[in-house]
């Protein structure tokens, strides 16, 4: 739960919101004057997805534990594993997050 | 309603299916992380992109400081410069008033949307085919934010619906990871935001995701 009081989470979220547009506005406004993005911001930002989804993903399933056990028999891990094979199989999101929800509370009230 | 429009709006229909539970999710992010419906509202009114909201929604959740709230959000959306820079020659005969409005629309899959079309399809009215795909998305977005955020006010804690927020993002993460550089950026990025997930501010994520970008764009670059 957030301690921000409400000025500072609308200013986050308008803030978050200004610039945003101005990244989508750039080229579109810009045109004629500007050709193309560089090639190497180009092929930077290309792998911004892949890192960005795999910095959010890994933290919430990963916690360093004290041992290596503790680390890897935990249930949001596991349920993970067994979320990422659907992916992998359906490209599915629904099926996706049906497997692994089920999953997780499968760990989590029967097995542990 | 248009021949083009409608058509945008077909097309869209398939992608809806992909946005629904991703809004439900990012509603539900934003009861678990303390916001009011409004504010969940508000974010996705203003910011209408996914992935920036859900790593906001998961900081502001932390009380990390607004900088650093705002810093993750933007480097995760710097993706759409490549879009805003691909799309901008089918919207250059527009009026600025009308290109402002569109670039608000602008996101993942409108974008794909709209330019695998107007690629097939040269009789096509850009703009109404654009408007078609990009406003489903955003009414289906705005509407599925407002849900998720009332069901998961009211879901017990011990059920572990924020899971489904990381769920999301490997749904999305894992068929993207096909080709090598791809997986390096993925994978350096995540075992850098786990390794650094102690450090102060919160700035764990916003480590992890540029050195996977750091990491991906080396091993383009190297010779195999």
Not at chain 1, 18 to 25: E, K, V
Not at chain 2, 189 to 199: H, K, M, Q, T
Request: proline share 5%; charged share 10%.
């Amino acid at each position: 739960m957030t301690e921000h009081g409400p000025i500072a989470i609308w200013s986050a979220i308008v803030a978050i919101g200004i610039a945003t547009f101005a990244i989508r506005l750039s080229f579109i406004y810009l045109f004629g004057q500007i050709n193309d993005v560089p090639p190497r911001i180009k092929l930077a930002l290309r792998f911004v997805p892949p890192a960005v989804l795999a910095a959010l993903v890994a933290p919430a399933l990963v916690t360093v534990g004290p041992t290596i056990q503790a680390t890897l028999l935990d249930e949001r891990l596991l349920a993970g594993l067994v979320a990422g094979a659907v992916a992998w199989r359906t490209e599915n999101v629904f099926a996706t997050i049906g497997v692994g929800m089920v999953a997780l509370w499968t760990f989590r009230f029967l097995v542990f | 309603m248009n021949r083009d429009l409608k058509a945008g709006v077909r097309d869209a229909l398939p992608l809806l299916l992909g946005v629904v539970p991703f809004a439900l999710v990012t509603g539900i992010a934003a009861a678990e992380a303390g916001l009011t419906s409004g504010q969940a509202v508000g974010m996705s009114l203003l910011v209408f992109a996914g992935a920036s909201q859900l790593a906001a929604l998961e900081l502001l959740g932390e009380t990390a400081p607004i900088v650093v709230v705002v810093g993750t959000a933007v480097v995760i959306n710097l993706r759409m410069l490549m879009y805003s820079a691909s799309i901008a020659p089918y919207f250059a005969d527009y009026r600025q008033r009308t290109r402002a409005f569109l670039a608000y629309f602008l996101t993942d899959q409108a974008y794909a949307m709209a330019i695998a079309e107007y690629g097939d399809e040269d009789d096509r009215d850009e703009r109404s085919y654009y408007l078609g795909v990009a406003a489903s998305i955003w009414a289906v977005w705005i509407v599925g934010t407002f849900v998720g955020v009332v069901v998961g006010a009211g879901v017990p804690e011990s059920w572990g619906l924020s899971f489904a927020v990381p769920l999301v993002f490997l749904a999305i993460l894992v068929p993207a990871m096909k080709s090598r550089p791809r997986t390096v950026a993925a994978a350096v990025g995540g075992i850098v935001a786990v390794v650094a997930a102690g450090l102060p501010f919160n700035l764990g994520l916003l480590v992890g995701a540029l050195s996977g970008i750091a990491a991906g764009v080396l091993s383009e670059e190297v010779p195999r």
